[in-house]
T-cell receptor, first 108, second 114 residues
Framework: KNEVEQSPQNLTAQEGEFITINCSYS?????LHWLQQHPGGGIVSLFMLSSGKKKHGRLIATINIQEKHSSLHITASHPRDSAVYIC??????????FGQGTRLTINP | DTEVTQTPKHLVMGMTNKKSLKCEQH?????MYWYKQKAKKPPELMFVYSYEKLSINESVPSRFSPECPNSSLLNLHLHALQPEDSALYLCASSHPGGGDSEQYFGPGTRLTVT
């Protein structure tokens, strides 16, 4: 069993839909990161959180430390949101443990 | 400036070649990272430099040789690579605060070994 599990692995939705991507982890963490990777390579850090909730534009990230679970929500989804979303947990010593990623496709 | 730059963007090399990948940041970050990413897989950590000293080597084969000449630059020297080393190589930087520091990633170098 991976230390960081994401679901779903693939998600296809229509433009405008509310999107939820889930991340569960089984190890102690110092922080949880949500990353976005578009086709072509570059990775962008969306959120880093250790408790509660953060919001940036149409993106919302929540974390429940007791349940070892985090969610990434996208409101009013748009085709440009199509990307791979990666959950990663920090375990100290500068190491991140990555989930397998969720491939999101938003159709117009 | 919140950018991490990497050169070259693409690299094709033979198994007997020697080449280098370069990474640069001017955010004052004192931790820098090399990751390897195969298609449809998450990044795999290769090396971490903290204050210009190698702090983590994830049992990477010696045909990959990292170098951190100063706090802004990170190199990855490549020699006698194998076709299975073909991948996207990503550089990242952060403040050296452990896993609770936001990492800034470069666009990557797509390496093909023939």
């Amino acid at each position: 069993k991976n230390e960081v599990e994401q679901s779903p692995q693939n998600l296809t939705a229509q433009e405008g839909e509310f999107i939820t991507i889930n991340c569960s982890y089984s190890v102690g963490i110092s922080a949880l990161h949500w990353l976005q990777q578009h086709p072509g390579g570059g990775i962008v850090s969306l959120f880093m959180l250790s408790s509660g909730k953060k919001k940036h534009g149409r993106l919302i990230a929540t974390i429940n430390i007791q349940e070892k679970h985090s969610s990434l929500h996208i409101t009013a989804s748009h085709p440009r949101d199509s990307a791979v979303y990666i959950c990663a947990v920090g375990q100290g010593a500068q190491k991140l443990v990555f989930g397998q990623g969720t491939r999101l496709t938003i159709n117009p | 400036d919140t950018e991490v730059t990497q050169t070259p963007k693409h690299l094709v090399m033979g198994m007997t070649n020697k080449k280098s990948l370069k990474c640069e940041q001017h955010m004052g970050h004192r931790a820098m990272y090399w990751y390897k990413q195969k298609a449809k897989k998450p990044p795999e950590l290769m090396f971490v430099y903290s204050y210009e000293k190698l702090s983590i080597n994830e049992s990477v084969p010696s045909r990959f040789s990292p170098e951190c000449p100063n706090s802004s630059l990170l190199n990855l020297h490549l020699h006698a690579l194998q076709p299975e080393d073909s991948a996207l190589y990503l550089c990242a930087s952060s403040h050296p605060g452990g896993g609770d520091s936001e990492q800034y990633f470069g666009p990557g170098t797509r390496l093909t070994v023939t």
